[in-house]
């Protein structure tokens, strides 16, 4: 094993998962990491266990450093199973070990593994463990993204150690910012957070907050997914109170579209013509085309997003009406949504999405386009007109 320290007598012990493509929905294109940490002191701790599947490979790992009836305390941030069910396999190895976790956490961690996690001790925020030189601080984060999650902060090395929060799926041979090309960095990141964290964006801030009025120094921050912020931890920091807060929102419109025999596609590429006419940014994704975290990435930082379905059934196209159920899932905020389609002997599927989009709480455009069959030229007009329109409303 090739030793990754991130301070002395702190490494990392994960594990890479290079052909990852599917995260429950979420497309990982360039596969993700599940990240462990071994903290050796006069008390050993484990933050963090990896997916069950690599539970072999992290024993391995922890091996190298030291043994595993050695470590003394084994601290789970989060009880999704990417991070915890390599625990009851490390457990039985690391035997003397006490296992940590939030009042949530242990409640969750019986109900997956069963009762003889009764043992697991339970923390608040501001507990603290000695390690020795080192000390453990913990800060509870319910809801980023489970209810069980916290954070642990290596207090004299000044790592946070968030779990979910600030992480990519992002496999690579390096384990730091600063060894990997930073424009796939943040767009993994942006993925993540648009994809998983999204809808959280209320409670992440505050809890970003929270812990600048703490006066938390950060010298590094070691997230559960990707890659270690030890270069420039601020700069992650920054984009998620950007994404939360919606001032990473560009003059860009995202039109997103399903079709049958082309009617709404050719009406898609009107629309966007007509944005385009206005020089502001525009993305043109057909769901069949497209992966719905790809749909999502594009929709963070826009303005505006149009959506269009031909109509099936009286209704909304199953693509469509599929890619609008993760859209209002992931409440992503500040954009102004416009909605178009076609339809044979009888339309449906506008009406539908308008009411998805206004039962969710969104800004809805008042007016909306339709084409029955084939659009003519005065139809294709009108979406020209309406692409320009939006367009003009984002720029405002």
């Keep these: 094993m090739v030793e990754v320290t991130l301070k002395d007598g702190v490494n990392w012990v994960g594990v890479v998962d290079w052909t990852l493509r599917d995260f429950h929905g979420y497309i990982t294109y360039r596969g993700a990491t599940y990240n462990s940490y071994l903290i050796l002191d006069e008390k050993t701790a484990l933050v963090d266990t990896v997916k069950g599947t690599f539970s072999g490979e992290l024993a391995e790992k922890i091996s190298e450093l030291t043994s595993l009836e050695k470590i003394d305390y084994i601290i789970i941030n989060h009880v999704e199973m990417d991070h915890s069910s390599g625990l009851p396999a490390i457990a039985k190895l690391a035997k003397n070990a006490k296992i940590i976790?939030?009042?949530?956490?242990?409640?969750?961690?019986?109900?997956h593994y069963g009762p003889e996690?009764?043992?697991?001790?339970t923390v608040k925020t501001g507990d603290e463990i000695k390690l020795g030189k080192r000390t453990l601080r913990f800060i509870e984060?319910?809801?980023?993204?489970?209810?069980?999650?916290?954070?642990t902060y290596l207090v004299e090395d000044k790592i946070l150690m968030p779990n979910d929060a600030f992480g990519q799926h992002l496999a690579t041979s390096g384990r730091f910012d600063d060894e990997v090309d930073e424009h796939t960095l943040m767009e993994e990141a942006a993925t993540y957070y648009a994809n998983i964290l999204m809808p959280l964006a209320p409670l992440i801030a505050r809890k970003i907050?929270?812990?600048?009025?703490?006066?938390?120094?950060?010298d590094m921050i070691a997230p559960s997914h990707g890659i270690i912020w030890r270069k420039n931890p601020d700069k992650i920091i920054?984009?998620?109170l950007d994404w939360t807060s919606g001032a990473a929102n560009k003059n860009k419109v995202t039109v997103v579209f399903d079709t049958m025999w082309g009617s709404t596609e050719k009406m898609a590429r009107a629309i966007v013509d007509g944005a385009a006419s206005q020089s502001v940014?525009?993305?043109?994704?057909?769901?069949?085309?497209?992966?719905n975290s790809e749909v999502m990435t594009e929709i963070l930082d826009s303005k505006a997003v149009i959506v269009g379905?031909?109509?099936?059934?009286?209704?909304?196209?199953?693509t469509v009406g599929g890619f609008l159920t993760d859209a209002t899932g992931l409440k992503p905020k500040g954009k102004l949504w416009g909605f178009f389609g076609s339809f044979g002997w009888g339309g449906g599927a506008v009406k539908g999405m308008v009411e998805t989009a206004k039962n969710a709480g969104f800004e809805v455009y008042p007016q909306s386009v339709e084409a029955k069959y084939i659009p003519d030229a005065g139809e294709l007009k009108k979406c020209f007109e309406f692409g320009?329109?939006?367009a003009q409303k984002i720029k405002v």
Excluded: C
């Design 281 to 291: 940014e525009v993305k043109l994704l057909k769901l069949r085309g497209s992966s």
């Design 141 to 151: 984060a319910p809801m980023i993204h489970w209810p069980d999650s916290m954070f």
């Design 238 to 240: 920054k984009a998620y």
């Design 101 to 111: 976790a939030s009042t949530r956490g242990k409640d969750a961690l019986i109900k």
């Design 209 to 218: 907050q929270e812990i600048q009025q703490m006066g938390i120094p950060i």
């Design 388 to 390: 320009q329109q939006i």
């Design 309 to 318: 379905s031909p109509t099936i059934h009286n209704g909304i196209f199953p």
């Design 117 to 121: 996690f009764e043992r697991v001790e």
